[in-house]
C-alpha cells in the first residue's frame, strides 16, 4: 500500500504569511494527487487535483506542485478563512485510495 | 447545484448493523463513481468504499472488507452503505462523495452523518 506523509503535522501562521505543506509518497505516484481542506466541523472541499490543477473556484492564492514521491500546497497570503486542515490523497492505486495524516493550520 | 445529503447515521451497540443512505441531486447520478470516506473522532480521512456508475464494480480496502457493503439505486439517486458487525472502531462521521474521474479527487462531498458504536 502506498503510504502519505506531511509535514508538518501543525503549522502556525499568521493572516497574509506564505505558507507550505509538503507530502511525501512511499513510492512514485506520477502527479496522481489531491489536496483538500477541512474547516471544523465541516466536510473536506477539493482544493487541487493532479498534483497542480486548481478546483473551479478556489481562489489562486492556493497552488500545488510535485510529481513522484514529493508534493507541496503552497498558500500564497494566508486569510482567516484559510485556518483549517489539509489532507493530501493519492490517486495512483487505483481503487486504493489513501489519504496523509493532515497538517492543522493554526492561527498565530 | 451538487447536493448529497448522509442520513441514517446514529447510535448502536456492537455487533449490531445499520445502513447509511446519501440522497444525491443536482447532477446526473447515474453517470459518476461515488464513494464513502470516513472520519473517527479526531482523527483523519479513511476511504471505506467505492462503486462505478452502474453499481457493479464495488472496492473495499482490507480494514472494512466483508463488513461493509456499498450499493446504489440509480432509480432513486440513492448511494447506501450497509455496515455489518459493527465495532467502537467504526465510529466516525460517514460521508459521501463524488468521484471525479479516474485521478481527478472526489469534487462534492455531503456534510455527513456520524455512527457511534456504543454500548
Known amino acids: 500500500d502506498i503510504q502519505l506523509t506531511q509535514s508538518p503535522s501543525f503549522l502556525s501562521a499568521s493572516v497574509g504569511d506564505r505558507v507550505t505543506i509538503t507530502c511525501r509518497a512511499s513510492q512514485g505516484i506520477s502527479n496522481y494527487l489531491a489536496w483538500y481542506q477541512q474547516a471544523p466541523g465541516k466536510a473536506p472541499k477539493l482544493l487541487i487535483y493532479?498534483?497542480?490543477t486548481l478546483q473551479s473556484g478556489v481562489p489562486s492564492r492556493f497552488s500545488g506542485s510535485g510529481s513522484g514521491t514529493e508534493f507541496t500546497l503552497t498558500i500564497s497570503s494566508l486569510q482567516p478563512e484559510d485556518f483549517a486542515t489539509y489532507y493530501c490523497?493519492?490517486?495512483?492505486?487505483?481503487?486504493?485510495?489513501?489519504f496523509g495524516q493532515g497538517t492543522k493550520l493554526e492561527i498565530k | 447545484q451538487v447536493q448529497l445529503v448522509e442520513s441514517g447515521g446514529g447510535v448502536v451497540q456492537p455487533g449490531r448493523s445499520l445502513r447509511l443512505s446519501c440522497a444525491a441531486s443536482?447532477?446526473?447520478?447515474?453517470?459518476?463513481?461515488m464513494h464513502w470516506v470516513r472520519q473517527a473522532p479526531g482523527k483523519g480521512l479513511e476511504w471505506v468504499a467505492l462503486i462505478s456508475y452502474d453499481g457493479i464494480n464495488k472496492y473495499y480496502p482490507d480494514s472494512v472488507k466483508g463488513r461493509l457493503t456499498i450499493s446504489r439505486d440509480n432509480s432513486k439517486n440513492t448511494l447506501y452503505l450497509q455496515m455489518n458487525s459493527l465495532s467502537a472502531d467504526d465510529t466516525a462521521v460517514y460521508y459521501c462523495?463524488?468521484?471525479?474521474?479516474?485521478?481527478?479527487?472526489?469534487?462534492?462531498w455531503g456534510q455527513g452523518t456520524l455512527v457511534t458504536v456504543s454500548s
Open positions: 462523495a463524488r468521484s471525479s474521474g479516474y485521478y481527478g479527487g472526489f469534487d462534492n
Open positions: 493532479a498534483a497542480s
Open positions: 443536482g447532477f446526473t447520478f447515474n453517470t459518476y463513481s
Open positions: 490523497q493519492q490517486l495512483n492505486s487505483y481503487p486504493l485510495y489513501t
